[in-house]
């Protein structure tokens, strides 16, 4: 039969601490895809954490190791904006943002939260390319330990496989 192979994906994440995993066909070939990683420099340890799962996460599953470019941004705020760039980019064909809001004793973590949700949000409208929402807005830094490779998994990994998803379907 003529056309692309039928590419078979075994794609795995946590889901509420729980392991979904199942196999997706796709005629996409991931090794032709480009992957901005955006991260932000707030929570460092984490946000590297992060960083560490969604990169291995996407090679894992096919995608080239000199297909993904990394940026680095101050603050998760800072996202919308790093996104946009990378977005623009005609080579680039998604787009994963990284960060790790902590909630402190002042509002700033409802307004960076909220900013950044709807900055992504329209980056992503505005492009039309999937931009990937990979930040954790945590109560303290142990809710965050727990979800950058601790008990709950890592959320960089579900969200290199949540930008792989909107590819490949
Ligand atoms: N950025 C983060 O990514 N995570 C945070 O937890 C965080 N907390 C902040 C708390 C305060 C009081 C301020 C002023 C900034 C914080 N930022 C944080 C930085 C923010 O995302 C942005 O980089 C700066 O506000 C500059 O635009």
């Known amino acids: 039969m003529k056309g692309q192979p039928?590419?078979?994906?075994?794609?795995e994440t946590y889901m509420a601490g729980t392991l979904k995993s199942g196999r997706v066909k796709s005629n996409v070939n991931l090794s032709k895809k480009k992957f901005a990683i955006v991260v932000a420099e707030w929570n460092e340890e984490i946000t590297e954490a992060l960083y560490e799962g969604a990169l291995h996460s996407l090679i894992q599953h096919g995608v080239k190791k000199s297909n993904i470019i990394r940026k680095n941004v101050p603050g998760s705020f800072e996202l919308t904006l790093g996104a946009l760039r990378e977005a623009r980019?005609?080579?680039?064909?998604?787009?994963?943002?990284l960060g790790c809001v902590i909630q402190g004793d002042t509002p700033h973590f409802d307004y960076i939260c909220q900013a950044v949700a709807y900055g992504i949000t329209e980056v992503t409208i505005k492009t039309e390319k999937p931009i990937i929402f990979g930040v954790l807005t945590t109560l303290n830094k142990k809710q965050a330990e727990e979800r950058a490779g601790g008990k709950l998994g890592n959320k960089g990994?579900?969200?290199?496989?949540?930008?792989?998803?909107?590819?490949?379907?």
């Open 89 to 97: 980019k005609k080579n680039i064909d998604a787009v994963i943002c």
């Open 6 to 11: 039928t590419l078979s994906f075994f794609i």
């Open 157 to 169: 990994e579900e969200a290199a496989i949540t930008a792989i998803g909107m590819l490949i379907n």
